[in-house]
């Protein structure tokens, strides 16, 4: 399987798992008038296929090394599997709410809420359970971070006097962040000890768990939705191509993402915690999407504008730390 030698190659492959983390719920924007529940349903698919194909491709460049995709999932042991499997349930229940954080509140306040709050939670634990990195920079650089959250929090509440947003997507973002920090951990203790799954395997049976989550939990939200009327799946048939392919993409992209952060992970300069916290510079992307594509700071009064401003400065500073943590010692 492939796995970066280097330490360029594996930050580009963690700089990219940030652009797409970023940047798939783009294409849940492009679906308007079609709701995040139904969204989802093809969102979940368009990450088991790129599980698979890149489990196939990319995971299998030795087919003959015990490492390989197939040899891999075939050795590892049901502890391994269940840990990989428990942790897509979990990123699954904090994505459906932090999607429909999304639907509420839009992309420049649910993702660096929610996201960043995960970053945190994901960065400690994962740090415990594999202690690589200068932890100086590392969480120096994550405290940057949580200022950067700060600061979008305060913009948003000096905006929100004067727009009608509902409070339900901060909450709704809070919990997602919450849920999905403790995803990671259990996909770094799948990757670690004796028995343990590679990433191509781990991304594999993440996705398997995304989806026996989502057909429950999903259609519970179906029913039950945080904003809106009850939906069916005749409407999900009756959508359009073009709205089941946005869904579809979202999913690969994502799946990208993830993958290319469960492979630099792996690598032995690396280690998950950097990966993830660097990873999770997605704030940063969604929010540069929701207020320079998506406008949803428009007409904002120079407050808010400066709050954003210094935002974006901290989040950079912040992943520049979490960057240089896993090369630069004192």
Not at 74 to 96: E, K, M, R, T, Y
Not at 110 to 130: M, R
Not at 193 to 217: D, F, K, R
Request: contains cysteine.
């Amino acid at each position: 399987m492939f796995i970066p030698s280097a330490y360029s190659a594996a930050l580009f492959m963690m700089i990219l798992s940030m652009i797409c983390w970023g940047s798939w719920a783009n294409t849940q924007k492009l679906c308007k008038n079609w709701r995040f529940e139904l969204f989802y349903w093809d969102y979940v698919w368009g990450i088991l296929i790129v599980a698979i194909l890149m489990g196939f491709t990319l995971g299998r460049t030795d087919a003959l090394s015990p490492d390989s995709f197939l040899n891999n999932l075939h050795a590892a042991d049901g502890h391994h599997l269940l840990l990989a499997f428990v942790g897509g349930v979990l990123f699954n229940i904090g994505n459906l709410l932090l999607v429909a954080a999304i639907a509420i509140a839009g992309l420049a306040v649910a993702f660096p809420i929610g996201i960043g709050l995960a970053l945190v939670v994901g960065s400690v634990l994962n740090y415990l359970i594999t202690p690589k990195g200068n932890p100086l920079l590392l969480f120096g650089g994550i405290g940057l971070v949580c200022v950067a959250i700060v600061l979008d929090a305060l913009a948003y509440r000096k905006i929100s006097l004067d727009l009608k947003v509902s409070r339900k997507g901060i909450i709704l973002s809070l919990v997602s962040g919450v849920v999905i920090g403790l995803f990671y951990p259990f996909v770094a203790k799948a990757l670690s000890e004796e028995n343990h799954l590679g990433p191509y395997t781990v991304a594999m049976v993440v996705a398997i768990g995304v989806l026996a989550c989502t057909i429950p939990v999903n259609y519970m939200f179906m029913r039950r939705p945080v904003t809106g009327h009850p939906v069916t799946m005749r409407e999900y048939v009756g959508g359009a191509g073009s709205l089941h392919l946005f869904g579809v993409l979202g999913g690969v992209i994502w799946g990208v993402g993830t993958i290319c952060n469960f492979v630099a992970s792996y690598a032995q300069m690396v280690g998950p915690a950097t990966s993830y916290a660097l990873g999770q510079g997605a704030t940063m992307i969604s929010a540069l999407w929701g207020v320079f594509v998506w406008k949803e700071f428009k007409g904002a009064g120079p407050d808010v504008k400066r709050l954003l401003a210094l935002m974006f400065v901290f989040f950079i500073i912040g992943l520049a730390c979490v960057a240089l943590a896993p090369v630069v010692s004192f």
